[in-house]
């Protein structure tokens, strides 16, 4: 029979305690403490101590929170704005109307050409999301702004803002969110977008390296990582068609699916 | 609002998750009302983890206030498959530690400043057993080393692993504090049961 001495039974006491013993290790702790007079007093000592913490812990005499001093705070925060965010947004803007005039300009006169009609509009939020080629910087007070079709929202940080399209969708865009905005789609490049179809009058699909997703009547949140790397698909109500790689498949509410980048739907700015 | 009304009602843990990641969801999307359910939901159980690491009621207020603050901030960047008590709560848990931190750079000038100063050091249970309000005790009376790790894992039932992240120290690390501490406050409770004639 293996034996224990004393010192490694009070390592393993602490371990079980922890949660972390295993089964042998747990054998070896009964055999030793059948014998041993002093460890199983110490065993029932910080067993004592174990569920007095928890039971103390438990029932600690909180006062009444302040919400309403929270609230204030996030209220504070959101009409913070540091310094920089003066001057950044006007450079990213610069930089983007540089790089989408560039992209948009075989289209222009052409036939097929998109009117530059509005397609939306900023229905609420707070945020730096800076929106081309109408250099426009979605903010709560320019809640109603009306955005253009092949409009790109580049994202400098600040608060989630959400966009609703003319077709009844509603989009909300993650801080480090870049899309590009179609009639009836968007397109995203990196970030998170919250898509809320419940109640879109018409198909909307969201198109991103990943895959391509409708759902008419479907909540759901797609996301991808820093590198791009990969994208994830969660499903809150509804059912969303997902096609990737070449296949597709439905997911149901509750479902959520990680997707690789599909080399067929690379998009650029 | 509906809708947010709806997730105000829901029973059980799982209920809670489901509840929270959808008025996060709602959040990330700029809902604020969502937002203030959540505020609501949570305030009490992050007030409570500030206060019993930071030991001091106002300073506790603020970091509760703070990370709520910083969970608004970085919305964009939760999880949703992750329960969002538990990300809130480690975000409590850096406010509290930065605190800290910057207590003990500036020690001298607050112990000037707190020695008029008469809040409880730190929340004491209610209707708990005399054992367990002595354990209590006794843990606030450990250095900042052996007590954090002891209240994130009784106080939020974190795992080794939770409270390693959490403190940002190794699981070696963590399992060594959890068992000094509480060697360290079976003593305690030894000495004083000894004092006192009880156990």
Known sequence: MERLDCEITERLVHLKLDGELRGDDQRLLTEHMDRCEDCRRLHEELSQVDGALREGLGALEMPEPDIDGTRQSIQRARRFRPSWSRWLPAAAALLLVVTVTLIALPRLGGPGSVAAAPAMVVSGGDAMHVFEPDQRTAQSRQAGTELQEHSVAWGLGGEPILLEFVGGARVGLSNEAVVRIGRKSIDLFKGGLRVDLENAGEDFTVVTPWGEFSGPGSLFIVHSDADGGSARIDVYSGEVTVNSRGTQRVLAEGQTSTLKPDPERAITL | ?199
């Open chain 2, 1 to 199: 609002m509906a809708e947010t009304d709806a997730l105000r009602r829901g029973s059980g843990q799982d209920g809670a998750n489901v509840a929270d990641r959808h008025l996060a969801a709602l959040a990330t999307g700029g809902d604020g009302d969502a937002f203030d359910l959540l505020i609501e939901r949570h305030l009490a159980s992050v007030q409570r983890l500030c206060w019993s690491m930071l030991s001091n009621r106002p300073d506790a207020e603020d970091a509760a206030q703070e990370t709520f603050v910083r969970a608004w901030r970085c919305l964009g960047r939760f999880d949703t498959q992750r329960a969002f008590g538990p990300w809130l709560r480690g975000i409590a848990t850096k406010v509290c530690l930065q605190m800290l931190r910057s207590r003990g750079r500036h020690s001298d000038r607050e112990m000037s400043l707190d020695a008029s100063y008469h809040e409880p050091a730190a929340p004491e249970p209610v209707e708990a057993s005399p054992l367990a309000r002595r354990a209590v005790e006794a843990l606030a009376t450990l250095s900042e080393t052996y007590r954090l790790p002891l209240t994130l894992f009784y106080l939020e039932d974190a795992s080794v692993a939770e409270v390693a992240e959490a403190l940002e120290i190794s699981q070696g690390a963590a399992r060594v504090r959890l068992h000094r501490g509480r060697e360290q406050i079976r003593e305690i409770l030894m000495e004083r049961g000894t004092d006192d004639g009880t156990t």
